[in-house]
Every structure is written in structure tokens, then in C-alpha cells.
């Protein structure tokens, strides 16, 4: 079954930063796209950005563009994602996967796993 384990959530209030991590001790990121995607209270899970599996290409929501920035690290089986003048819609649950990465839609899960997520709050 594939694990991934998210980190990094919490408490921040607006215009604050917070950086993401996305592990898994049994699925080798570095093979994959990997995406970032989130959940917020009554409303359908979105992605958030993705980026390919060699770091060289990486696209992003409408909603978060400029103001996150995804990144990876291969030789530590890690992805980012850094939070950056964080807003009170951006308050979620933030899951990462193994993704399909498209402009339209951002990205999408590959194998249709989650972990547990990392949640996110914005507020003052």
C-alpha cells in the first residue's frame, strides 16, 4: 500500500509562511511527478501544484501562483512545498501523491492514494 506521510502544517496567520514536506518510506518519489493538493471543509479536494520527477518542470493553481513554490530532493526522497503570504482561503488539508501534472487541472493523483495530510491554518 502506498504511504505518504505529509509534514510541516499549522497555526499561521495571514501573510505568514510555512513549508510543506511530502516522504514515503515505501514509494520512491524520485520516480514520479509528484503533486500537492487540498481539501478545505465542504469543498472537493483541489491540486495545488505539481512537479516532475526530475524538479525541472513544475506548474501551479491559479490560487497560488507567486506565492508558492514547489521543489524536491531527490536524494532525500522529499518534495516541498513553501508556503509564502499565506491567506484565509488557503486554510486546508494538504495532502501530496504521485500525480499526473497538467496545466488544466494542475494535477492529478496517478494511483489514487492519500496519506493522512498535513493541515493548514490561516488565521488571525
Known amino acids: 500500500q502506498l504511504q505518504y506521510v505529509e509534514s510541516g502544517g499549522g497555526l499561521v496567520q495571514p501573510g505568514g509562511s510555512l513549508r510543506l514536506s511530502c516522504a514515503s518510506s515505501?514509494?520512491?518519489?524520485?520516480?514520479?511527478?509528484i503533486g500537492w493538493f487540498r481539501q478545505a471543509p465542504g469543498k472537493e479536494r483541489e491540486g495545488v501544484s505539481c512537479?516532475?520527477?526530475?524538479?525541472?518542470?513544475?506548474n501551479y493553481a491559479d490560487s497560488v501562483k507567486g506565492r508558492f513554490t514547489i521543489s524536491r530532493d531527490n536524494a532525500q526522497n522529499t518534495v516541498y512545498l513553501q508556503m509564502n503570504s499565506l491567506k484565509f482561503e488557503d486554510t486546508a488539508r494538504y495532502y501530496c501523491?504521485?500525480?499526473?501534472?497538467?496545466?488544466?487541472?494542475?494535477?492529478?493523483?496517478?494511483?489514487?492514494?492519500w496519506g493522512q495530510g498535513t493541515q493548514v491554518t490561516v488565521s488571525s
Open positions: 515505501v514509494l520512491r518519489l524520485d520516480h514520479y511527478a
Open positions: 501523491a504521485a500525480a499526473l501534472c497538467s496545466e488544466k487541472v494542475t494535477a492529478t493523483n496517478l494511483f489514487g492514494s
Open positions: 512537479i516532475s520527477s526530475s524538479g525541472g518542470t513544475a
